[in-house]
């Protein structure tokens, strides 16, 4: 589900891909409406976000069906048509469709997200059933997450993901963690990467409300495998940036570190919007034993009013050895992005090795 740099996403849901849609359920359902469709769900097209597109294409879906026997006639085409659109953006039509039709035949409807998932995602949609019935929705996807098909385990972490990007907060797992244990458990040595990011992602978002929680959990898991470690060491990124000392513990990395600072320069020091700094760090082990290093480094942005906000980039994981040196550089374009705009001023750049403070150099922006 991707498009060029240089194109808005939203355009992956343009008028060419409705009238595809449109389309091929014509040719599923002769009594599907083409031409109702299309005036519903190119009206205004142009204003709509992405997610306001999908959700135009299932109402044109509803409007288009108006000759058709109800929701259990429009399900049987939208899953017939489900192989034949490919995995982009149009895949969110048919869940999005089923979370807004079809929460009155719960199971049935469930089982239709299960199948949807499989080309493209159903994360959506399911949150709409638990967001109505919590223990229902859960108890099925507890199921889902023991299924052989990595598309439909990941459906039942992402899912119940408490801050899924995109969607509405799922105010009663961000509250209540442990509603989705039972997921998460079945999920934590999973073979799929798709399916490991995905426990990660669960995990990280629990993280800003329930700290201690994850910790416990992830304690409980252990990291011995490896598959597990890779989630729990994932799961702990912004508790690991924010420098906690059991994260750290957890992995490995302990907070008192016995290293010198041979250089930490950030260049050039005066850049223009668009522009690249380069970060040139040398450090040195000076301890009896090997060492862990979580290398990150921090930036203080400076906002509209002057005041800054700081935000935490990994550089570089390393086990050092005694009286070992290493020497690196990253190169980090400043440039705006959606969710964040750059302003002239002083940009103070921090390193931070194993959640402590260890040198410290600048940039200034000039637009």
């Known amino acids: 589900m991707t498009t060029s740099t240089n194109t808005p996403l939203k355009q992956s849901m343009g008028a060419q891909q409705l009238r595809t849609l449109s389309a091929t359920l014509a040719a599923i359902a002769p009594a599907f409406d083409e031409t109702a469709f299309l005036a519903t769900a190119l009206d205004g097209l142009e204003q709509l976000s992405l997610m306001q597109r999908v959700r135009r294409a299932s109402e044109a879906i509803a409007a288009a069906s108006l000759a058709m026997d109800g929701y259990e006639a429009v399900l049987p085409m939208l899953m017939e048509a489900a192989p034949r659109l490919g995995n982009g953006f149009v895949s969110l039509v048919a869940p999005d469709y089923v979370s807004q039709h079809g929460r009155h035949a719960f199971e049935r409807s469930m089982d239709a997200l299960k199948f949807f998932t499989r080309y493209g995602t159903s994360e959506f949609a399911v949150r709409d059933f638990l967001r109505d019935e919590p223990q229902r929705a859960l108890d099925i996807m507890q199921g889902w997450s023991r299924d052989t098909d990595a598309a439909v385990r990941r459906l039942a972490s992402e899912g119940s993901r408490p801050r899924l990007p995109w969607s509405f907060r799922l105010r009663m797992i961000e509250q209540s963690p442990e509603l989705a244990a039972p997921i998460l458990d079945n999920l934590r040595a999973d073979t799929s990467l798709y399916v490991r990011k995905s426990v990660a992602n669960h995990l990280n978002d629990v993280t800003k409300t329930h700290p201690a929680w994850v910790l416990e959990r992830a304690a409980l898991w252990g990291v011995e495998d490896a598959n597990t470690r890779w989630i729990v060491r994932h799961a702990l990124r912004t508790l690991l940036k924010q420098g906690n ?48 290093l979580l290398i990150h480094h921090r930036i203080s942005y400076v906002r509209q009013n002057q005041s800054t906000t700081a935000k935490v980039f990994k550089l570089k994981e390393v086990t050092l050895e005694p009286g070992q040196h290493i ?41």
């Open 245 to 292: 000392q059991q994260a750290l513990s957890m992995l490995g990395a302990e907070t008192a570190t016995a290293i010198v600072v041979g250089k930490f320069e950030v260049t050039p020091g005066q850049i223009n919007l668009g522009d690249s700094v380069i970060l040139a760090c040398q450090l040195s082990s000076t301890a009896a034993e090997p060492q862990k």
């Open 327 to 367: 020497a690196f550089e990253r190169r980090q374009q400043i440039r705006d992005f959606t969710t964040r705009t750059h302003y002239a001023g002083h940009h103070q750049v921090e390193l931070i090795v194993n959640g402590q403070l260890v040198a410290q150099s600048f940039f200034d922006l000039v637009r």
